[in-house]
């Protein structure tokens, strides 16, 4: 089964309050099931908001903590699968994550955020791994916002069998056009469907934009967003990326030179 519906959840956060956030995904989520969505998608810390770097050790919770257990319940009582950033505790480490809950309501692993940015440096530890989430539908992988700009990442995704990239984003004014031409970039470079959900709104005199985005297999929006809040609703097909590979002359995964990279000294 290559064909899945996704949500992208291009709305605000309201900023250190996760029980009002938590209970509008819910909301969002039933709605998203009655119209047939598969994996719905929150932006970057939905959680809580973005610019909350005074307050993360009192918003911060684990993994299996308590507004992601309320999320999990929901999602296996619907069926729909779920993903939204939050601030994770880990040990004595706090990381800017995203939670990949499938559609039976198990949390099918975390992604934490490898590239942080400005103030997140000294506040979050950047995550260390690459999973890909393998699902009954294909297999997906996320990042976030500043991720976007390094290549290596979503290449990692590519070479292990990603088809498609979710991304969580909080990207506000004035990263514009670092927005949009990355991400198609990022698309057609690797020959995958990337998904964005990019927050709208302000916090602490950020703007956040919107434009959320999926991109195709050839760099082309198939969604773009506006600047205001929406949640929009497609079903692609993952088996094209396959197909693209197959029929286009740029075969860029095909021509790598990873033995000539690795001379490079710091690569």
Same mark, same amino acid.
């Given at each position: ?16 309050? &996760? ?43 684990? @993994? ?6 309320? *999320? ?18 880990? =040990? ?10 499938? @559609? ?12 942080l940015f ?5 506040i979050y530890?950047? =995550? ?26 979503t290449r990692?995704?590519? $070479? ?49 934009? =919107? ?12 969604? &773009? ?5 929406? *949640?929009? *609703?497609?079903?692609?097909? $993952? ?11 740029? &075969? ?16």
């Open positions: 089964m290559s064909l899945v519906t996704i949500a992208i959840a291009q709305i605000r956060t309201k900023q250190y309050d &996760k029980k009002s956030n938590t209970h509008r995904a819910l909301t969002i989520m039933r709605d998203c099931k009655e119209k047939g969505v598969d994996y719905l998608l929150f932006p970057e810390m939905y959680l809580t908001g973005s610019y909350i770097y005074d307050q993360v050790p009192a918003l911060a919770e684990p @993994k299996d903590g308590p507004h992601i257990r309320v *999320i999990q319940e929901e999602a296996s009582r619907l069926g729909i699968g779920v993903i939204f950033g939050f601030p994770e505790l880990a =040990g004595n480490k706090y990381y800017n994550s995203a939670a990949f809950i499938d @559609k039976d309501g198990h949390l099918n692993g975390v992604y934490r955020k490898v590239h400005d103030k997140e440096v000294g530890s950047p =995550g260390e791994e690459f999973p890909v989430f393998r699902t009954d539908f294909g297999n997906f992988a996320l990042k976030m916002t500043f991720d976007t700009g390094f290549p290596e990442l990692l995704y590519a $070479l292990q069998g990603a088809q498609i990239v979710m991304g969580l984003h909080a990207h506000h004014v004035p990263y514009q056009t670092y927005h949009e031409l990355m991400l198609r970039v990022r698309a057609m470079e690797n020959q995958i469907f990337i998904a964005v959900a990019n927050k709208v709104g302000l916090e602490k005199n950020n703007l956040f934009f =919107g434009v959320s985005s999926i991109i195709t297999p050839n760099g082309e929006h198939l969604y &773009k967003g506006g600047n205001n809040e929406e *949640i929009r *609703i497609e079903t692609i097909d $993952l088996a094209e990326v396959n197909r693209e590979r197959e029929r286009t002359l740029m &075969k860029y995964l095909d021509n790598r030179q990873p033995r000539l990279y690795a001379k490079i000294d710091g690569y």
